[in-house]
């Protein structure tokens, strides 16, 4: 969900109250330093520091970044370095740090399942983040914007602490050029793994949108996961583009129609248990879902702007007094994800859904998370995102410029959703961008049951969509 916005606040709340608490793998090694640059104030990233297993990693982590009561409110964000096809010892230590930070606090003080979700997109940190998630202990992997058939592969020689060769896409490679990879060696990321392995195996659960995938993923025993959660275009953030055709409405929006209609019934013949994600936030939504066959469903709008989420308060805010009016929109945006994928976007004035916040943006990339490997002219591999300067993307990289319209720096924008924005020179702050799903029909309730009219808890939301009420 986003970025830190199903973080390990909330995560651990949906798990104490009985259900499979999620929280968000994205940049999690930038997000980590950042809070502890902002002084760490509740201690809680330390003290999961305190409990990594590599005591000289986290001792490292603290002395370059953590700045005892928080670094000036004008002062930027120190910067991570950017992954690449051999990226440095230290950005390998720091990735896997942060995603054990992050499920060790959602784990800590109970016995509830927690899961984390990964993007296929962002391959290169993938095998650092998912052996750092499971040195915590993590109970589910969860994968989504792109196939996922690689990943039980993955986790299997993670937990047995296997070398291994992670492959990599590189855009314009072909067979000749051999394979790129990333080289991931467990036992010799850390000072003393031996104690710690076979890790415990996380299940995995692949997202997908379509029949297809689905049934190519089950067939075969190296790829099959352990179920799979079906995500269809209303839900929020990256989505799976239409077949066919692209095509798009009036207002530029993707144009979904009947082969886009997953075949629930098929998905769940194949045997594995299964989860609805878009539109089945509500007791009646989950109802349906039973009643097709699945498991239960995903929820994120609802949870994104409970108490817990977290999403800016000041954004939480004004999001709900839009819900409370009546005002609030979400358009789908085929653009402005540099992934190339469609992304949910919710209208809010100061963020880049503002055409005029978007044209006074400078176009900066220097967090690289989603940017792609390619092969240069001469044959060596470089690194480029349609987000980044034009100049560079199209000049000096080679990039069309036809991919770069439109295109927003979600990397920085995220992170500013979740309170986490970079500080520019002359006091400019990197604007966010939220993202949602389409229906509000949940939170519209559960503000209604709430003491200010407002504010809900994550136990609410659970609560309301077990039994239709937010109370005990």
């Not at 109250?17 to 509740?42: I, K, M, Y």
């Not at 352990?226 to 995500?231: K, P, Q, W």
């Not at 980044?388 to 036809?402: S, V």
């Not at 924005?421 to 002359?426: E, S």
């Amino acid at each position: 969900m986003g970025v830190a916005i199903s973080g390990w606040e909330l995560a651990r709340a949906v798990s104490t109250a009985g259900q499979l608490g999620v929280v968000s793998g994205t940049a999690l090694e930038v997000v980590c330093v950042r809070r502890l640059q902002l002084g760490d104030p509740s201690g809680d990233v330390r003290r999961a520091l305190a409990h990594f297993p590599d005591r000289s990693v986290a001792q490292w982590i603290l002395d370059a970044y953590f700045v005892e009561g928080g670094k000036p409110a004008t002062a930027s964000f120190a910067a991570v370095p950017r992954w690449t096809l051999e990226p440095s010892r230290k950005l390998q230590e720091l990735t896997v740090a942060a995603n054990f930070v992050e499920v060790f606090l959602a784990k800590e003080g109970h016995d509830g399942p927690v899961g984390i979700n990964y993007l296929r997109k962002i391959e290169l940190p993938l095998p650092f983040a998912c052996y750092g998630a499971m040195l915590a202990g993590v109970d589910y992997v969860l994968m989504g914007a792109g196939n996922p058939a690689e990943l039980p592969g993955l986790l299997r020689r993670l937990a047995r602490g296997e070398d291994l060769d992670w492959a990599v896409r590189v855009q314009g490679a072909t067979s000749a050029d051999g394979v790129h990879a990333v080289a991931v060696s467990p036992r010799a990321l850390l000072t003393a793994p031996e104690g710690l392995l076979p890790l415990p195996l996380p299940r995995v659960l692949a997202i997908v949108a379509s029949v297809d995938l689905a049934a190519g993923l089950a067939a075969d025993p190296a790829c099959r996961p352990d179920g799979f959660v079906v995500e269809g275009p209303s839900a929020g953030g990256h989505n799976a583009p239409p077949r066919g055709p692209r095509r798009v409405d009036d207002a530029g929006q993707p144009v979904y129609d009947e082969r886009d209609v997953v075949d629930i019934p098929s998905i769940v013949a194949l045997g594995l248990p299964v989860w609805l994600a878009g539109s089945y936030g509500t007791p009646d939504g989950l109802r349906r879902a039973q009643a097709s066959g699945a498991m239960g469903v995903q929820v994120g709008t609802a949870f994104a702007l409970c108490h817990e989420s977290g999403l800016d308060v000041d954004l939480k805010r004004r999001v709900l007094g839009q819900v409370a009016s009546g005002e609030v929109s979400v358009h789908s945006d085929w653009r402005v994800s540099p992934t190339g994928f469609p992304f949910r976007v919710l209208d809010l004035e100061g963020t880049l859904s503002d055409p005029e916040v978007v044209a006074d943006r400078k176009r900066v990339c220097d967090l690289g998370v989603l940017r792609s490997p390619y092969r240069t002219a001469d044959g060596s591999v470089d690194y480029r995102c349609p987000a980044e300067p034009t100049d560079i993307y199209i000049r000096r990289k080679g990039g069309r410029e036809a991919n770069t319209d439109g295109r927003t720096c979600l990397c920085n924008a995220l992170l500013a959703s979740a309170g986490l924005p970079q500080q520019r020179p002359r006091g400019y702050v990197e604007p966010a961008l939220v993202t949602a799903g389409s229906d509000f029909t949940s939170v519209g309730h559960l503000m209604a049951g709430a003491a200010d009219g407002m504010t809900y808890s994550a136990g609410d939301v659970v609560r309301f969509l077990l039994n239709g009420s937010s109370s005990g």
